[in-house]
């Protein structure tokens, strides 16, 4: 049965856990390669950086909500709670990272909405759920029932973001489903690591009695046991004229560890999503200039985590917001320019008239030019 079909499987049962799809994970890997979980995928660098990157950039975009007006988006000056708040002590920022980072790891998000504004039409309070105790009840490939905990809600109750999804089914699949073969290749090499140095970075080795007679198994085992007692912190092993000691040859895996590590954390990269560069795994890359971390930035904005951004502003507009409003997230902040190159954009921007002066002191947070400062600037054009 292919991984695919598997999920399906899975999820369209009766009663699908969120998390169901690494408890059958075993099947597709080798009993000796460890078993991967959300926890500890956390543990995994790359990952990690990888989920905390994505999350922290899309909960620290600002927020603004629009009025659409002809072809025009004017600014809504008061967005209303929820968007500021979505739950009590929970900031808009918090909220997204949170969400950002389930979304991530188990391809949904979920929360309780505890309060409604006072038509009902709109939640007020939504408190996210943890997603390991999240399970949905389902009909085919439709969601009818919602369980958090211990107790069931109706799916109108429940604020439900998601991504990775596929057709008819109402549930964000597992990333870290797919992504648990590379994850468990890289912990099986760091695994290997930590044996390695834990034992003083001393390969296997072989002891060969010298003398003309043979040893008996009771001399054989003394000898092994005090080899391994006294090597196991790395100190010196002291032996006799008989004994003659020979390290094992670099097994494959020993000598491809660097390649083997590096390949997985590549790997990882594409399934989460993020450049290699951005995490430091692609360390080869040249020198870092404004230039190319600003397209190395779009190209991430656009290729990666736009999507993600598109699919977050559709989801709170429409569910959090009455029409014509909507929600936008300013992604500018991570295409911002070097010095040198804002202010050749400004000079642009005024000469072809499509910004004033005053909209572009206005991005340097900078109010319109007063009497004194225009007549200032008279006088240098008098000198010019």
Not at 55 to 69: G, I
Not at 311 to 328: D, I, T
């Amino acid at each position: 049965m292919s991984r695919l079909a598997e999920a399906w499987r899975v999820l369209t049962a009766r009663d699908a856990s969120l998390n169901s799809l690494l408890g059958d994970r075993a099947r597709y890997r080798q009993s000796s390669a460890p078993v991967v979980t959300q926890e500890s995928a956390l543990r995994n660098s790359v990952w990690w950086a990888g989920s905390v990157l994505r999350a922290n950039l899309v909960s620290t975009f600002p927020v603004d909500v629009v009025r659409r007006v002809g072809a025009l988006d004017v600014p809504v000056p008061s967005p209303g709670q929820f968007i500021a708040e979505p739950f009590p002590d929970v900031s808009s920022n918090e909220f997204r990272f949170s969400t950002q980072m389930d979304k991530d790891r188990y391809g949904n998000a979920v929360g309780i909405i505890r309060e409604r504004t006072v038509k009902g039409d709109y939640p007020m309070a939504v408190e996210l759920q943890n997603m390991s105790t999240v399970s949905a009840v389902m009909d085919g490939g439709k969601i009818v029932q919602w369980r958090c905990g211990r107790d069931y809600y109706a799916p109108r109750d429940i604020w439900h973001e998601k991504q990775y999804t596929i057709s008819g089914l109402a549930l964000g699949l597992n990333p870290l489903t797919y992504a648990a073969r590379d994850l468990g290749i890289y912990e099986s090499a760091s695994d290997w690591a930590l044996d390695w140095f834990a034992g003083g970075a001393l390969p296997r080795v072989t002891l060969k009695n010298t003398q003309p007679d043979k040893i008996g198994p009771e001399n054989a085992q003394e000898a092994r046991d005090k080899f391994r007692e006294s090597t196991r912190g790395g100190d010196i092993f002291v032996h006799g004229v008989e004994w003659e000691w020979t390290p094992a040859t670099t097994s494959a895996a020993t000598s491809g560890f660097l390649e083997q590590q590096e390949s997985s954390e590549q790997a990882i990269c594409r399934f989460i999503g993020v450049p290699a560069m951005m995490v430091g795994v692609d360390g080869g890359t040249g020198n870092i200039t404004y230039a190319n971390v600003t397209q190395a930035n779009l190209q991430f904005l656009i290729m990666n985590l736009g999507p993600s951004v598109i699919r977050l502003e559709e989801y709170w507009s429409r569910k959090a917001l009455p029409k014509p409003w909507h929600v936008k997230l300013n992604t500018d902040a991570l295409l911002r320019l070097d010095p040198q190159g804002k202010a050749d954009l400004m000079v642009k921007l005024n000469a072809m008239k499509v910004r004033t002066p005053t909209e572009l002191r206005q991005l340097d947070n900078l109010g319109p030019y007063d009497a004194d400062q225009i007549a200032e600037i008279g006088t240098f054009a008098a000198l010019g």
